[in-house]
């Protein structure tokens, strides 16, 4: 495996979690010819490599609830580059949940119920918490947000602690139809939940996801991206942590024809700990892109990305987009994030960005690393002058690789079965 | 000498011919080798740079790069070629590679379990099994943490050699081929990895075929058998005194012949 380390001002803040020594107070201004030398950008002079089509800074990426600020995208801007645009025409249009033709909606939603101390409703556009933490930023998530009315509301009561998930089980019924979903999560104060959103079946399907985590609660949100061949799946993941609560995201894209998902959340106060974790398998034929966006916006907190992939297959194409903010108000922050990726078959593309962004010197530490490796003949070769036949050899490599996400996920029987997905996806690779 | 296992095996490599693709066209690189090994017997194949000892070594252990044009490779009468490369170290092969190999997202440990599982034909005793791992580890000077890193990945060329013979030690082949496992190696770990070979040898009856450019090993590891390779072909062979010769006088004898009969 190659590592591709990071520098800054001729710093190394790569595959290490160190802070960065000569900083200011202020921050580090890079010149430059610094920012440029380095990999990849960490975008403290705008003009020197810009990071978002917008202005520079991933804080001043447009959000909003107006379609007008989020035009049909041409592929050339920077949060789009990456994306096969044609094959998303459904889900950017301004297009309501397509149910009037057959009377049935193309998405079925099934929520657990009769929980004591969950609450379980809906909300309108401007009934909080809607709207209060997820703030669209592409036309993918704006358009998703208008065309909702009644957006699923899941909230746990202050204090209540939760042994089992609570489930969101969607369910697309017909590929290529227009399906909207808004999910608002909330737990109160000192509550603590896993949440499970399970996306099977196909549709064109364009889901928002926003996250209250109170004060002092624990907070794991599981999305599983188990579609059929030809789904669609765009959407964005919010969350705003308060205060010394703790935070677990995992995503876990396995199936679909394209999957691209904005996962993000900011802080509302200090001493909390903010993780996403993502695993994801690419086929031929598949696309699958994860944007991560942490933005440490409060003083004193901590976050950790991790997001793992394996690809086979000749067109078999998958993106990490990892952003990491520490603005200047953020002191005391620590802060890592990495990718790695496993290429297994010829063809096969992975492409793995980190961009940190550090406003302030008063950290305690910032690291990033991204690397993709190949497992290639030398590899097999090695293992099978050991004995291993040529299965196990290759399942060896992708579930040791990948186990350093799974056992992240902390939920027994979710992890069992992505151990069984793990078996049935490399079953296609052995034959 | 202890003997545990009283079955005699001979690995036999008659008259091969090896050549593989290159962007120039078609490379001859084996030219005909011809080598006996029993169990029990050491044999030391010396020579320089390029004359093919690799090849001959990779080829035994069937890396799929290189193609055997003709001859034939048996081990106890069945034919090797006809093996996969898994086969083969089922079989009783085993290659300590000159280069090994660095293998992403596969522990030391995880790795070491599913070779012996798989050479073996059943899991070895969890409990017996740690604690063989952890006292062959310790002989060979490998620090127990290694045990935790994925294989070979960041290893020092001699960690990576030592781990090499940590698996000779514990799959106990009836055949090793060691490629230059001496090169690269200071001379403490070249006695210590010395001493794995020799253990191998001792109780196992392991018959092996010491590949190595220099004469220092040797100091070592006995040979009871020493062929000087050239150009492709085994030149010449002899005892242990052999060696001496070489180390006094080079291989410049051995390449003025290849280069009249070339
Ligand atoms: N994979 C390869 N690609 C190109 N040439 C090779 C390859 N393997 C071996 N050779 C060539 O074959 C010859 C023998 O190489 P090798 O078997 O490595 O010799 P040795 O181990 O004795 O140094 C050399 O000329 C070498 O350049
Ligand atoms: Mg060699």
Redesign the pocket.
Known sequence: MTETTEQVAGVEVGSRRISIPGFTEEGENLTAATNQAADHSHGFDAAAKPLTSGSGSRGNRHIGYDLAGFPEPTGREEEWRFTPLKKLAGVLSDTPTANAVTDSEPVDYQVTEGVDGVVLSTLRDGEAPRGTVLQPADRAAVVAYKNVEQALYLKVTEGTELDEPLRVDITGTQAGSRGNAHVVLEAEPNAKAVFVLEHRGSADFNGNVEIKVGQGADVTVISLQRWDDDAVHVGQHDAAVGQDASYKHVAVSLGGSVVRLNTNFRYTGEGAEAQMYGLYFADSGQHIEHRTFVDHNTPRNTSNVLYKGALQGETARTVWIGDVLIRAAAEGTDSYEKNQNLVLTDGARADSVPNLEIETGLIEGAGHASSTGRFDENHLFYLMARGIPEKVARQLVVRGFLNEVIQKIGVPSIEESLQEDLEAELEILGN | MKRTRNTMSTLEIKDLHVS?E?DQGT?D?LKGVSLTINSGEIHAIM??????????AATIAGHP?YEVTSGEILLDGEDVLEMEVDERAQAGLFLAM?YPVEVPGVTMTNFLRTAKTAIDGDAPKLRTWTKEVKEAMAKLRIDADFANRNVNEGFSGGEKKRVEILQLELFKPKFAVL??TDSGLDIDALRVVSEGVNRAHAENNMGTLL?THYTRILNYIKPDYVHV?VDGRVAEQGGPELADELEANGYDRFLATAAVAG
């Open positions: 593989i290159t490379k690189i020579g320089p740079n390029g004359s093919g000892k690799s090849t001959l790069r000159q490629d230059e590949i390779f």
